[in-house]
């Protein structure tokens, strides 16, 4: 695929995989051909700038939705921010790249300096006069074309190709021919032939699109038979095609292209007429810029020693990245050590995710900077949140006991662990949920699952606490808790020793391990009033 983000800035040029574009904020098409629309598709909602050729096409053929397409005008100049409030702006200057309909180049003039983005291109001397080039502006960077960029491959002018391929139609009067195209571009070549032979051209539906977009002359149709030219797909092109097509009238099949290509078929002829400059045009154009570096569109073929003489001696400095555009982009930098080399700032770590029940107390909803702290203290290692007065009585709201409990049984229905935290920190929070601190027996080992089970199934009474911190079941005028299902269910687990859940219990026998705890805790009456609730 043919394209990169520009180092040190928010800018793509024809790359359309966000995964590779990452911090890219500003996306450019030079043209719409596939190897450039990689990736690109109706479901692009990013803003997207070419030319206005290009925007009706991307929209026909790609179905990209309108809202995101911005047209810019060819020969002009345009200014884009670069930050959400515009404090830093690139100004963007489209120059007609002489390859296809709609395909353009970039001049990028910005705080990183001045960058020229040729895309695919075909070198003609007009493209120097062109205003933004013919003030004698220092091209920093030029990322270049460098499709044909070999020596030992001499093309010939698309003047000189297409008067080849008027010689090969006039020795065969008498043959119907076929150009071998791909499905945008050359449509100059179609209309020169056609006006020079005097025959229709005949083209497909979806080329006839293009056509209507172009102000070319009116020489195309979609009759089949109404001429003796008709341009096909490159892909028809082969034995058992040229086959069929002889088998109606003589027929001979032309392949405008600079690739090397075998032929499969004598009545097959290569030409080479290419629409990317050819090195002797690359040598010029890299010439008569002189800029400070180059870098090759096409990747894997480097080419940056055939123009070292060509070069400007400028040294070239690394561009420092504003900070609103560092923001812009989503990150931070550091200053580079190469050029083009991304040194990001270590990112802030995630805070890691809360495992187990955590209860807080009111005032502490109320607090965000509170509960993050709570957070921190849990990744030091405490199960639950340091209650600042101990001496208030225990108040745990419904709904926020309800929240948690569903977040701990979302994520997993087997074995679960919470984090690890030390006895004497656990029994600081068992300590602090009674009025006065009264003492909590911690589970004993000779409780056996028997006596356990006989806990179960009784009636519904209501969980007291006494003056002395013990349990008790009247209606007398000491504090009554009267308490829904789920908030008993979340104070077991709240007074669930730390030793139980660190043994990684299965979900199907915890119950059993809260009931033998309370059950040591305050004896039979006690194990009762929480069964019932359960």
Not at 11 to 26: Q, T
Not at 498 to 526: A, C, I, P, W
Request: with cysteine; hydrophobic share 35%.
């Amino acid at each position: 695929m043919n394209g990169t983000v520009i180092p040190h800035t928010p800018i793509a040029v024809d790359l359309w995989n966000l995964r590779r574009a990452g911090s890219a904020r500003l996306f450019f098409l030079t043209h719409l051909h596939a190897d450039h629309t990689e990736g690109l598709s109706s479901t692009w909602a990013r803003p997207l700038y070419c030319s206005p050729l290009t925007a009706r096409l991307l929209h026909c053929r790609l179905q990209v939705s309108p809202k995101w397409i911005r047209a810019l005008e060819v020969g002009e100049s345009h200014v884009l921010p670069l930050d959400e409030m515009g404090h830093e702006t690139v100004t963007v200057t489209l120059m007609d790249a002489n390859h296809c309909p709609g395909s353009v180049m970039f001049l990028f003039e910005g705080y990183f300096g001045t960058i020229l983005y040729t895309g695919d291109f075909r070198y003609s001397p007009s493209m120097l006069q062109e205003p933004a080039l013919r003030l004698g502006k220092q091209i920093h960077t030029l990322y270049l074309d460098n499709t044909n960029c070999d020596p030992a491959l001499v093309l010939p002018s698309r003047q000189e190709a297409a008067q080849q391929i008027a010689e090969l139609i006039r020795r065969h009067p008498q043959h119907d021919v076929k150009i071998g195209l791909y499905s945008l571009g050359k449509e100059s070549l179609l209309e020169q032939l056609g006006l020079e032979f005097r025959t229709w051209v005949v083209l497909s539906p979806r080329r006839m699109e293009v056509v209507q977009l172009m102000e070319l002359a009116d020489v195309f149709t979609l009759e089949e038979g109404a001429g003796r030219i008709h341009a096909v797909n490159c892909a028809e092109v082969c034995w058992n095609t040229m086959l069929q097509w002889n088998q109606t009238r003589p027929t001979i099949a032309i392949l405008p292209t600079s690739r090397r290509i075998s032929v499969s078929h004598p009545g097959i002829h290569v030409v080479p007429y290419s629409d990317h400059s050819s090195f002797s045009e690359l040598c010029d154009f890299v010439s008569a810029l002189r800029p400070c570096r180059i870098v090759p569109i096409v990747q894997g073929r480097p080419c940056q020693h055939y123009f070292q003489e060509s070069l400007s001696p400028q040294l070239l400095l690394e561009p420092q990245v504003p900070l609103s555009v560092q923001q812009y982009m989503g990150t931070s930098w550091n200053t580079p050590k190469a050029w083009g080399r991304v040194c990001l700032l270590e990112r802030e770590p995630k805070r890691p995710k809360t495992q187990g029940v955590v209860f807080e107390s009111p005032e502490r909803e109320s607090d965000p900077s509170q509960t993050l702290r709570d957070h921190k203290r849990l990744k030091r290692g405490n199960l639950f949140p340091q209650h600042r007065d101990s001496q208030k009585e225990l108040n745990l709201p419904v709904s926020h006991v309800e929240e948690q409990l569903g977040e701990s049984n979302s994520e997993d229905e087997g074995d679960w662990s919470v984090p690890f935290s030390s006895d004497k920190a656990l029994q600081t929070e068992k300590a602090s949920l009674t009025k006065d601190s009264g003492h909590l027996r911690p589970a004993r080992q000779a409780d056996s699952p028997k006596e356990l089970g006989k806990q179960r199934n009784l009636g519904p009474q209501h969980v007291c606490w006494r003056e002395d911190g013990g349990p008790r079941t009247s209606t007398s005028k000491a504090l009554r808790v009267q308490t829904p299902e789920s908030w008993i269910l979340g104070l077991e687990y709240l007074l669930t020793p730390l030793s139980f859940l660190q043994m990684r219990y299965s979900s199907k026998n915890f119950d059993y391990q809260v009931e033998k705890y309370l059950r040591s805790m305050g004896g039979g009456t006690h194990l009762e009033l929480f069964s019932q609730h359960r």
